[in-house]
T-cell receptor
Framework: LAKTTQPISMDSYEGQEVNITCSHN???????ITWYQQFPSQGPRFIIQ???TKVTNEVASLFIPADRKSSTLSLPRVSLSDTAVYYC??????????????FGSGTRLQVQP | EAGVAQSPRYKIIEKRQSVAFWCNPI?????LYWYQQILGQGPKLLIQ????????DSQLPKDRFSAERLKGVDSTLKIQPAKLEDSAVYLC??????????????FGSGTRLTVV
């Protein structure tokens, strides 16, 4: 199973861009990289998913190099409400994918005014 | 669309007592998951259902934990007897199916269990 490694915590200020890098050296061909966000007292929430190169949505961007052994979640111009724990996960795609999401400890992002 | 519903929201019990949690997934989601999240850690999968069948329960402490998903919709997770180390948030999630690469999991807000 692909294991992910990401920083335990990060601090930022409002209006800054935050980049959280995750390493997944043993990612498999059928694995996608997926990021979830979790606020206190809530369940995790899907943010973004990608396979290679760059993916962008209304919330974040995800950068994945050609070797796919790492990925970077980019949050543009963070606000106080972006204070949360961010999880980097790899998960199977395809009809045979039966493995459920496996979470690590995540990165605790603290945004200050 | 309605989210994943869980109840109760909070529960405090004494050790050796029993407790049950209930989950109602998003309509049409065939796959249902129960996760345990201890304070300061990421969620840990306990059991995964596909419709009403168990796909993975390898991390479920079967001597005290049990789960069922009758009729392939609602699910209950039971702990009997509870131990102090079972204090955690129990999260239910659902998805259309497995093999989505992690896309489209919807989590409930969880049940916070405190065992004293």
């Amino acid at each position: 199973l692909a294991k992910t490694t990401q920083p335990i915590s990060m601090d930022s200020y409002e209006g800054q861009e935050v980049n959280i890098t995750c390493s997944h050296n043993n990612i498999a061909t059928n694995d996608y990289i997926t990021w979830y966000q979790q606020f206190p007292s809530q369940g995790p929430r899907f943010i973004i998913q990608g396979y290679k190169t760059k993916v962008t949505n209304e919330v974040a961007s995800l950068f994945i190099p050609a070797d796919r052994k790492s990925s970077t979640l980019s949050l543009p111009r963070v606000s106080l409400s972006d204070t949360a724990v961010y999880y980097c996960l790899v998960a199977e795609l395809g009809d045979t994918g039966r493995r459920a999401l496996t979470f690590g400890s995540g990165t605790r992002l603290q945004v200050q005014p | 669309e309605a989210g994943v519903a869980q109840s109760p929201r909070y529960k405090i019990i004494e050790k050796r007592q029993s407790v049950a949690f209930w989950c109602n997934p998003i309509s049409g989601h065939a796959t249902l998951y129960w996760y345990q999240q201890i304070l300061g850690q990421g969620p840990k999968l306990l059991i995964q259902f596909q419709n009403n069948g168990v796909v993975d329960d390898s991390q479920l402490p079967k001597d005290r934990f049990s789960a069922e998903r009758l009729k392939g919709v609602d699910s209950t997770l039971k702990i009997q007897p509870a131990k102090l180390e079972d204090s955690a948030v129990y999260l239910c999630a659902s998805s259309l199916g497995p093999g989505t690469g992690g896309y489209g999991y919807t989590f409930g807000s969880g049940t916070r269990l405190t065992v004293v």
